[in-house]
């Protein structure tokens, strides 16, 4: 197929049907704002198939003729034919303990989250009756749109409200997509550094959000003297109480620089890396540097990344009535902002106020390091896989048990 000659194929483990596609070019890719670099370009999962039901067999000639009229009548309606529904991620939802706080009632209602990505398209009917805040920072649409070559921020947002066949790990919340990244002369999804940033300023001054979610990144430069415009816009954000939520990078194994993605190198930022369904750090999940740019160390509970979160071969919306595959860390991030947008709901004292100045954050920071699953019983962080693995639960628990400081 055209455009598909450097990439491989690999059948999913529990379902061989299924497969993903790999395209081992664009590890470490980072000269630019994409959505790829920090989680891979989704492709389409296996077609729903149709099946027949299993034959009936007769001796009664009368009845035998009956039955071939019903089952004409049957045929011709489509009543003979079973569909299998797409797969889905419940592994990764059962192992980050959503559905313990799913059983608590909590769903993230009242809790607003500014996505920036791709945009979104509405066709998929796991999106009926999503009501969705939209921002078009690189076209003119009032209407939502998905200006992604592969609907990068349809899926995103699928893992977060879709409210049919999965449902989404906070469907309750208000959701803003602003679409900053969009399909380009290489078929990737891309966009500028200032257009990022003029989103993020967005959703804090316009959109007044809670949560800022990127699963987005550029690469760091760590010659630069004066930071970007990406990461001067979300550590204003986080600096007003404001949590965002970014992915770590796709760079992974041994080509890894070291570096997670822009901003997630911000120290307020919660910056996610990717963990498999095996519990094990997905192979091309950055690591993270200890150090600030001006080589002072970095301190508790702001090492990099900070926590790792379901990211391989997660199931999710595309458009129209289709679910695709994909895996990275955009996916990741996802996981957490819905984990966060529950934990809010449930302390709403945590959130933003016009007198914040970010404690809040490392309060809801702290208990995040304290309860995730750790990589052994010595370790307290670790540069690949951060803090631990998401345990919602055990994150509410911990946020239940200190007392605000904010």
């Not at 009756?129 to 921020?153: C, E, R």
């Not at 989404?168 to 679409?179: H, I, K, Q």
């Not at 987005?216 to 970007?228: F, K």
């Amino acid at each position: 197929m055209e455009g598909l000659d450097n990439v491989e194929f690999l059948p999913e483990p529990d379902d061989s049907r299924i497969l993903s596609v790999i395209d081992s070019s664009a590890v470490g890719f980072q000269d630019n704002w994409r959505s790829e670099v920090t989680g891979w370009a989704p492709k389409q999962a296996m077609p729903v198939p149709r099946m027949r039901r299993r034959k009936i067999l007769v001796t009664n000639g009368v009845v035998f003729s009956v039955l071939v009229i019903v089952m004409l009548y049957a045929w011709n309606s489509g009543l003979l034919f079973l569909e299998i529904p797409p797969p889905k991620s419940e592994w990764a939802v059962e192992q980050s303990q959503f559905d313990d706080l799913s059983e608590m009632g909590l769903t993230g209602e009242g809790v607003r989250v500014c996505m920036v990505d791709t945009g979104i398209d509405l066709s998929n009917p796991a999106f009926s009756n999503l009501q969705v805040t939209f921002k078009d920072m690189i076209g003119n649409s009032n209407a939502p749109v998905d200006y992604g070559f592969i609907a990068h921020g349809t899926l995103m947002a699928g893992i977060l409200v879709s409210n049919n066949h999965q449902i989404g790990v906070a469907p309750g919340v208000e959701l803003a997509m602003v679409a900053a990244l969009g399909a380009d002369e290489d078929d990737l999804n891309s966009g500028s550094e200032d257009t990022v940033a003029q989103s993020i300023r967005w959703c804090q001054d316009e959109y007044q959000a809670d949560i800022i979610s990127l699963s987005l990144g550029g690469e760091q430069n760590v010659e630069m003297h004066t930071e970007g415009s990406s990461v001067s816009a979300v550590r204003r954000a986080v600096d007003s109480g404001i949590f965002v939520v970014a992915a770590a990078g796709n760079d992974g194994g041994s080509a890894d620089d070291g570096l997670v993605s822009v901003p997630g190198n911000v120290p307020r930022v919660i910056t996610v890396g990717a963990s498999t369904e095996s519990q094990q750090v997905w192979a091309n999940s950055s690591a993270g540097s200890q150090t600030l740019p001006n080589d002072d160390l970095r301190q508790h509970p702001h090492m990099k990344p900070e926590v790792i979160a379901p990211g391989q071969n997660i199931i999710s919306t595309g458009i129209g009535d289709t679910w695709f595959s994909s895996s990275g860390t955009s996916d990741s991030t996802v996981f957490v902002t819905g984990a966060l947008s529950l934990l809010l709901e449930a302390f709403p004292e945590y959130k933003a106020s016009s007198t914040s100045d970010g404690t809040c954050i490392d309060a809801v920071k702290n208990a995040l390091m304290i309860s995730a699953l750790k990589y052994d019983d010595s370790s307290i962080h670790d540069d690949r896989w951060g803090y631990g693995q998401l345990q919602a639960m055990a994150w509410y628990s911990s946020l239940e048990s200190q007392s605000p400081t904010c």
